[in-house]
Every structure is written in C-alpha cells, then in structure tokens.
C-alpha cells in the first residue's frame, strides 16, 4: 500500500500532517463538546433548582387559598 500511495505522489509525511491535523480538529471538537455538556448540565441543575422553588411557592400559595376559604367558609356559617 505504501508504495501505491507514494506512487500517487503522497507521502508518509503528508499523510502524517494530515492525520496530525485532524486528530487536532477532533481534540478541538471534543472540547468544546465537553464543555457544551458541562454547560447544558449545569443549566439543568440550575432549572431544577427553579422548577423545586416554583413547586414550593405554588404549594404554598394553594395552602393560603385553601386556608382563607376555610376562614371564608367559617365566617359564613
């Protein structure tokens, strides 16, 4: 194979630049990959964090309800 390749006029340096290249390319994407998962990861503690707040203050607030319609509802009576 290798003389096949040279006879095309490719030589094991380039071939090696080339792969030097990409395998620099692929570190590069793999980066900013991780770095991508680590941010989605952190957004996503960061929204359950807001979504457990908003449960708790809609929970509270359906207790006040519920606490003036029995203060409602004893006025009434």
Same mark, same amino acid.
């Given at each position: 194979?290798? /003389? ?7 030589? /094991?340096?380039?071939?090696w ?13 793999q ?8 941010t989605m ?16 203050e809609?929970?509270?607030?359906n207790? /006040?309800?519920?606490d ?5 509802? /004893?006025?009434?009576?």
């Amino acid at each position: 194979m290798n /003389e096949e390749i040279i006879n095309k006029g490719v030589t /094991e340096d380039y071939i090696w630049h080339e792969a030097k290249s990409i395998r620099t390319k692929l570190k590069s994407v793999q980066s900013e990959l991780e770095e991508f998962v680590f941010t989605m990861s952190r957004r996503d503690k960061d929204n359950r964090a807001v979504i457990a707040k908003l449960y708790a203050e809609n929970f509270q607030m359906n207790q /006040e309800i519920k606490d003036l319609k029995e203060k409602s509802n /004893e006025s009434s009576n």
